[in-house]
């Protein structure tokens, strides 16, 4: 009987060793973003004090103290744990890095596209040409909702008792580049000089 009760306790030692070995290598095979590791073991020195290493980096001062570890790979069969912490990141980017990397990315990559949206028409700073001005956008939207070439509106516009009230978005958005030098006040002069000589000189034929 307690050769029985031994004989069992070695197979199922055997075979939590087996699973375990199993699980091991399934875990180690799986992709990086799936296998989260634990920090490494601290390193002590021979009478029993923390090893140090030596910082050959920047390194800032600031309250954020976070760390983010993850499995990379190194050749072919082997793994290495990477280390990333707050005080290797200066306080703006600790502070934005401290959320999670999809949560984060959202506040860069509008930072990111407001800047270079911003280089790129700064190019259109204090030129007024004559086609973006309050007369040519009024024609410009008459003939395109005339000739039914916007995309926006040209079903929109169409039957809106049928389709139900909506916003149209050509009312809304920019019409031109430049509409943030050029306001609703940057009218055509010389247009505007032609509207008055023909409207005088229609008085004067009336008048006469």
Request: net charge positive; hydrophobic share 30%; glycine share 4%.
């Amino acid at each position: 009987m307690q050769l029985y009760s031994n004989g069992k306790k070695q197979i199922c030692i055997r075979m939590n060793n087996n699973a375990h070995n199993v699980f091991k290598r399934y875990v180690a095979s799986q992709p990086l973003g799936i296998n989260i590791p634990e920090p490494p073991p601290r390193e002590f020195l021979p009478n029993g004090e923390p090893k140090k290493y030596r910082l050959n980096q920047r390194y800032y001062n600031h309250k954020y103290d976070w760390e983010r570890w993850s499995l990379r790979p190194a050749g072919v069969f082997h793994t290495y744990l990477h280390g990333e912490f707050a005080k290797d990141h200066k306080p703006h980017m600790a502070w934005l890095l401290q959320f999670p990397l999809p949560l984060a990315f959202i506040p860069y990559f509008l930072f990111a596209f407001g800047l270079s949206f911003t280089f790129h028409h700064v190019s259109y700073l204090g030129i007024k040409p004559k086609r973006y001005t309050v007369e040519w956008v009024e024609a410009n939207k008459e003939r395109e909702r005339a000739e039914n070439t916007n995309p926006v509106t040209r079903y929109l516009d169409r039957r809106r008792k049928e389709r139900g009230p909506h916003w149209i978005l050509e009312d809304y958005l920019p019409a031109h580049p430049c509409y943030l030098h050029m306001s609703q006040y940057h009218h055509d002069t010389e247009l505007l000089r032609k509207r008055e000589e023909e409207a005088a000189e229609k008085e004067d034929s009336s008048d006469d």
